[in-house]
């Protein structure tokens, strides 16, 4: 009796796999796999990294040799073996050998693993030498040995998925200048605009030459080089040029065998991987199959999936159809740079075009706890459903610990789970590796604010097209003064109980804050008190920048213009560059800190500060057109954002960007201090640094119950009369008594604020009047109310100056900014 004959067409994820399986589970069946190539299994997800040095051994890229896999799982393996046509009718299939010889190969079963093939546009010029497509170990090494034997300094990617940033990524460091040319406008079509524009973000950071919404139409040969040519008539110049347009499955032989073919161009297969005909199974790139979510077909070109599908159809093909498939929801995860980029499921513009209701949420998290060094920046988008909950996809874009929570969301989303299982998920917690709520928990919770109506979210885009209404940033104001949303009013969170009355109930109120947490607790607090229509934007000030900043383009010219900078800096090297580390404080500390360094220096010496705040890249560019301080270059580095800085001597002042003039005419800040409650004394030492901070004289006219600002803790003692001592009995002795203007509580309510504050880092009472003694604030003690209240000048701080209405007056003259607190 002969033995039951499986003939496996196509090696790799998909065929290799499956004949492994079949022979674990049977020793006793024939196993023939035909591979047109070379090679039956290798990592092809590793091919881009192999071409950038990342992988220096090409061996390391081979899982198994033919001879090594067919030895070991008694298989016949037969390389350079390409199955030109198969006789359904027969059951057998007709093989081209690599001499042209062909022959016949009879089976019972059969399975189709043929991938996919990479889209190559007929576009003139698009045979030159130096173009490439990336699809196996042949293409790559291909496009190696071009490298080896050509100058490669301007590589042009053409195509912005998952794998043409990984190409732009790993020719930039083998030493080219990459650009990328993508006819949408954004990088990474599975993902939202948003999201992929913090991607932009970084690739410009990165120093990627980005042309968005740019149409290839020809390739011409100049020189040594190659003219790309845009249909807008326009081209850039490249070396070489890798084109990642995309695949589409290589059916050919289904169609040939009269096979059905789906309505997406794969082949058509059912929920136990069966192709039309019953003796005929498909995996792979090549399939197309219900998304679970959807219902409807689509083309999933995945290993991990690959890989699922084979081990299914190994167990139908030997032992009946017993298993079906659950089908992919296209997780998937690339490394662009020092970003990590991952998605599942389907993104908000992928269910708007399948007209399913959802919801979308952006939350912004650290990678582990922020006191424990390096915490890092994540950004989570889920979507949902806005009846039960339901999980539709997750995107998240950052450094560290992007793939456990995005594996996580997976799992969920496959088993029909909700935003109500992020919550319950239960994670390992130490503090290098989470907090004690996890990122994806923090999703969770702010899905379940949103679909119990305790929170009302606006989009980015929606807020764009909003017509009418208040928009209310609650930041502090040094975060407001460095960069807002056009049109908003600035009333920091901590003080907008003190202004209610200020703020319109009949219109519709958008709060927005850095990453969107104080604008959801100041929209709690508008809610609870009548106002009815307020809105606070999903994924805060950090993803409306980002989705609303345009990239720039490098034409010739700016190239030209900065290699020019490059040369005319190369003989500055000797000059002495200060390092500071700015990291772990959040705005404005980084700033504050950037500006105390700065005085330490000489003209013409460089700060270099390295700071893991995301807005300090920009924060530290506005400072520098405010103050006239030089910006010699900025990048980014797994996280860390690195603004070099050079001091300019004020009457010379200059900068790469915008001339700023530094004479102050009229250009300082007065504050007069009338209140000792503790919040109040808070804001007030906060907008004073951050308007030092800019190079401004600054005053502060302490007057009345302002007083009890600048007393000190251990105070001499001092001769006062009966009304002196009673007033002394009744006041505050120092800050530390001062209490809240709302919600004091009998001091648990300073108490409170005084912990969170330096739970989050945040800089205390005390260390803010320090800091702006330290920075020039001048403090005036007004002399009138020390004599009606009985406080003697040994009782103040040091540096406090003794005055009255005409110094103050005499210091207000000269500002442009008078505040009353």
């Known amino acids: 009796m002969s033995k039951e004959k499986y003939i496996i067409i196509g090696g790799v994820a998909g065929g290799a796999t499956t004949a492994a399986r079949i022979r674990r589970i049977n020793e006793d069946v024939e196993i023939v796999l035909f591979e ?40 016949d393996v037969r390389v350079h073996s390409e199955v030109i046509s198969i006789d359904r009718n027969n059951k057998e299939v007709i093989v081209r050998s690599q001499s042209g010889e062909e022959y016949k190969e009879k089976y019972d079963k059969l399975l189709l693993s043929p991938g996919a093939a990479p889209v190559r546009p007929a576009f003139p010029g698009i045979d030159l030498d130096g173009i490439f497509t990336l699809r196996n170990v042949n293409d790559t090494d291909a496009i190696k040995n071009y490298m080896d034997t050509h100058s490669v300094k301007k590589a042009v990617v053409v195509g912005a998925g998952f794998i043409g940033l990984e190409m732009a990524e790993n020719l930039q460091h083998a030493g080219a200048e990459v650009s990328i040319i993508e006819m949408l406008n954004q990088v990474m079509p599975p993902i939202d605009y948003s ?50 347009i995309g695949v589409r499955p290589e059916t050919t032989l289904a169609k040939q065998a009269g096979l059905k073919i789906g309505e997406r161009g794969g082949i058509a297969v059912n929920d136990y991987l069966q192709t039309s005909d019953e003796n005929i199974y498909a995996v792979g790139d090549a399939i197309e199959y219900k998304h679970p979510i959807t219902g409807k077909p689509w083309l999933n070109y995945l290993a991990g999936p690959a890989n699922r599908q084979a081990r299914i159809c190994a167990d139908n093909m030997l032992l009946g ?60 988008k889920i979507t949902f459903s806005p009846e039960n909950g339901k999980l539709f996809g997750a995107q998240i874009v950052g450094y560290d610990g992007v793939d456990k929570r995005l594996d996580q969301i997976a799992l ?117 008190h009548g106002f009815n229509n307020v809105f606070n934007l999903s994924g805060g000030y950090k993803l409306y920048q980002a989705a609303t900043t345009p990239v720039v383009l490098n034409d010739k010219d700016m190239i030209a213009c900065s290699l020019g900078l490059r040369d005319s800096n190369a003989n500055k090297m000797e000059i002495e560059t200060i390092k500071i580390d700015a990291c772990g404080l959040q705005c404005p500390g980084p700033i504050m800190k950037l500006k105390k360094s700065i005085e330490g220096i000489n003209i013409g010496e460089r700060l270099e500060v390295i700071s893991t705040d995301p807005a300090f890249r920009r924060d530290s560019q506005a400072w520098c057109n405010m103050t006239g301080h030089k910006m010699i270059s900025q990048s980014a580095d797994s996280g860390k954002y690195i603004s070099v800085i050079e001091k300019v001597e004020k009457k010379k002042v200059s900068n790469e960007i915008s001339e700023v003039s530094v004479e102050n005419n009229n250009k300082g800040k007065t504050f007069i201090m009338f209140s000792d409650d503790l919040d109040k004394a808070l804001a007030t030492f906060v907008l004073a640094n951050g308007a030092v901070a800019t190079g401004e004289k600054v005053t502060i006219f302490f007057t009345f119950w302002g007083l009890n600002a600048i007393k000190r803790t251990k105070k001499p003692k001092v001769q006062k009369d009966i009304f002196g001592k009673m007033f002394s009995m009744m006041l505050p002795s120092d800050t530390m008594a001062l209490k809240l203007s709302k919600m004091h509580m009998m001091g648990i309510g300073s108490k409170m604020m005084r912990f969170i504050m330096k739970k989050k880092g945040i800089d205390s009472l005390e260390s803010l009047r320090q800091q702006a003694i330290d920075s020039g604030v001048e403090f005036i003690a ?18 406090v100056t003794i005055g009255g209405v005409a110094t103050y007056m005499e210091r207000a003259d000269k500002s442009n900014i008078n505040l009353f607190i």
């Open 412 to 528: 969920l989303i496959k088993q029909q789970g909700t935003i109500y299982d992020l919550i319950q998920l239960e994670h390992a917690y130490a503090p290098p590796f989470s907090s004690a709520k996890d990122p994806i928990a923090i999703a969770g919770y702010v899905a379940e604010n949103i679909l119990l109506k305790r929170m009302n979210i606006i989009t980015w885009r929606q807020l764009q097209q909003a017509q009418d209404g208040i928009i209310l940033d609650v930041r502090t104001p040094d975060e407001f003064s460095l960069g807002a949303i056009p049109g908003a009013v600035n009333i920091p969170i901590d003080g907008i109980r003190d202004h209610l009355n200020e703020i319109p109930q009949d219109k519709n109120i958008y709060i927005y804050c850095a990453v969107g947490l104080r604008g959801y607790l100041a929209s709690r607090v508008l809610m609870q």
């Open 36 to 75: 047109k190539g070379d090679y039956i299994s290798y990592a092809n997800c590793g091919l881009p990294y192999y071409i950038g040095g990342v992988i220096s051994e090409r061996e390391n890229l081979f899982l198994q040799t033919p001879e090594s896999f067919g030895l070991r799982f008694n298989i």
């Open 321 to 380: 159809n017993k298993i079906k498939y659950e089908g992919a929801i296209g997780t998937a995860i690339a490394k662009v740079f020092d970003l990590t980029v991952a998605s599942t499921g389907m993104a908000a513009k992928q269910l708007k075009k399948e007209e399913i209701p959802y919801i979308s949420s952006v939350t912004h998290s650290g990678s582990h706890a922020g006191y424990y060094p390096n915490a890092l920046q994540m950004s989570i």
């Open 782 to 799: 007004c002399q009138m109310s020390m004599d009606v209240m009985g406080v003697k000048e040994e009782e103040l701080l040091d540096n």
């Open 195 to 244: 999201m992929a524009s913090l991607v932009h973000q970084h690739l410009q950071d990165k120093g990627v030459n980005l042309y968005l919404e740019h149409a290839v139409s020809a390739f011409t040969k100049k020189g040594n080089s190659i003219e790309v040519v845009f249909k807008n008539g326009k081209c850039i110049m490249a070396d070489l040029v890798i084109l990642s």
